[in-house]
C-alpha cells in the first residue's frame, strides 16, 4: 500500500516532547493508517505488540447499537505514531496531518479497539469517531502510552504487568513492579537444563502465554517481597544481579519440585495448593527463613533444609489436613488467596522450617485423635 492519507484537525498545547492532535474520521480511513497489534512473544521470546484479545461479544453488543439511526459514540479512539505522519499547520490551533502509506501502516489502535472492531463492517454508514492522535519519539515512548492510558481501566493487569519491564520513566506504583515482571518472565520463557532445575519454565500463566497455570501475580509477590526485605535485597546491586535472582528462585522451588514432585508435575493450582497462589506467596517466606536462618543458598542446601516440609501431616498439598493449630485444623484445599490464609499458611510453613521440628502438628494431631479438648469451663 502506497500514498497518503489526510485528515483535518486541531492541535493541543501539551507537552513540549509530544504532539497531540485530534481529528474526525471513519473505521476504513482510520484502519488505512493504524493496526491493531496483539501482544505476543517471537521464538526467542521476545516480546511484541500490546493489545488483548478481542472480546467478540462486547463488539457484536457495540455493533447492534451503532446500527441504529441515533446512535452516537462521543468517546475518541486513540492513535500511536513513531514516524510516518507529518503535522502541517493552517492556522491556530487548526492542522493538516498527512499519514504516509508503505509497506506497513504506521499507526498504532492504543485504546478504542473495540469500537473500531465494530464499526469497521458498517461501510454503509459514513459514521465518523473522534480520534486522539500521539506522535511518540520511539517505541518504548509508545509502550510507556498505552500502559499510562489503559491502567486506570479494566484491561487483564497481567498484560499491563508484561509490559511494564519493556518501559522506563512510570509512575513509581508501576514500577516498582517492573523488576518483578521481568524476573518473572526470565523464569518462565528461558531455561537450559530439566525441568526440575526450572520449575516454572512454561508455567506461569502471562498474556502471552495463557496456557500456563501458576498466577504471575503470586510470583512477581514472591519477588518483591525477597527485593525488599529478603534475599534478593542482599545482592541488589550486584552487577550480575538478574542471573543471582533467577538462580537463587529457581534453586529453591527446584528443591520443592525434587521434594514433592507428585505436587507439581501434572498439576494446577485446583489440583495441588503448591502450584496455588497461597501455596506459592507462602512458600515465598519460607525461601526468606531457608536463605537467611539456615544460610541455604543452593539447590542441595534448600533440599536438605526443607526436608522437614515432608515429615507426615506437616504439609497438605493434593490431599490429607492441614495440622495449623488446635482451632485451625482444614482439609488440604481449603487453603485460599486471601490475607487471612495466606498468613495462617506461611505461619505454618516458616515454623516448622525455622525450627527444623514438626512436633507441634505431631502433637495437634494427637490431640484431636482423643476427640475435642475440654475447656474448663465446661461441665
Known sequence: MTGKVIFKGVVAKQSKKHTVISFPANAVDIFKVAKIERAGRNDQGDLFGFQRPQVSNHILEIRDYLKKDDAVLPNSVVLAFVDGVSVKSIEGPFCEIRVDLKDEKPGFVVDGQQRLTALEPLTERDFEVFVSAIICEDEEE?????????????????????????????????????????????????????????????????????????????????????????????????????????????????????????????????????????????????????????????????????????????????????????????????????QPDLRVLADHLVRVVKDQKADKVHRIKRSMSRGPVQSEFEE
Open 142 to 338: 509508545l509502550r510507556r502510552q498505552f500502559i499510562l492510558i489503559n491502567n486506570t481501566k479494566p484491561l487483564p493487569k497481567e498484560l499491563i504487568y508484561e509490559l511494564l519491564p519493556s518501559v522506563d520513566g512510570l509512575p513509581q506504583r508501576l514500577s516498582s513492579r517492573s523488576l518483578a515482571a521481568h524476573l518473572t518472565t526470565k523464569i518462565n520463557y528461558f531455561k537450559n537444563g530439566d525441568a526440575q532445575n526450572f520449575p516454572f519454565f512454561g508455567e506461569i500463566r502471562q498474556h502471552t502465554n495463557p496456557t500456563g497455570t501458576i498466577s504471575s501475580t503470586a510470583v512477581q509477590k514472591v519477588i518483591m517481597n525477597s527485593r525488599s526485605h529478603g534475599a534478593l535485597r542482599e545482592f541488589a546491586n550486584s552487577d550480575d544481579f538478574e542471573e543471582k535472582a533467577i538462580v537463587l528462585i529457581n534453586d529453591f522451588f527446584g528443591a520443592l519440585v525434587d521434594l514433592f514432585p507428585e505436587a507439581w508435575f501434572g498439576q494446577t493450582p485446583r489440583t495441588s495448593r503448591m502450584k496455588h497462589s497461597a501455596g506459592i506467596t507462602a512458600l515465598g517466606f519460607v525461601m526468606e527463613i531457608a536463605y537467611a536462618v539456615h544460610g541455604a543458598k543452593t539447590k542441595d542446601q534448600f533440599i536438605e533444609v526443607l526436608s522437614i516440609l515432608k515429615e507426615k501431616d506437616v504439609c497438605a498439598w493434593t490431599g490429607g489436613t492441614w495440622y495449623f493449630d488446635e482451632m485451625d485444623i482444614r482439609i488440604w484445599d481449603k487453603v485460599q488467596n486471601t
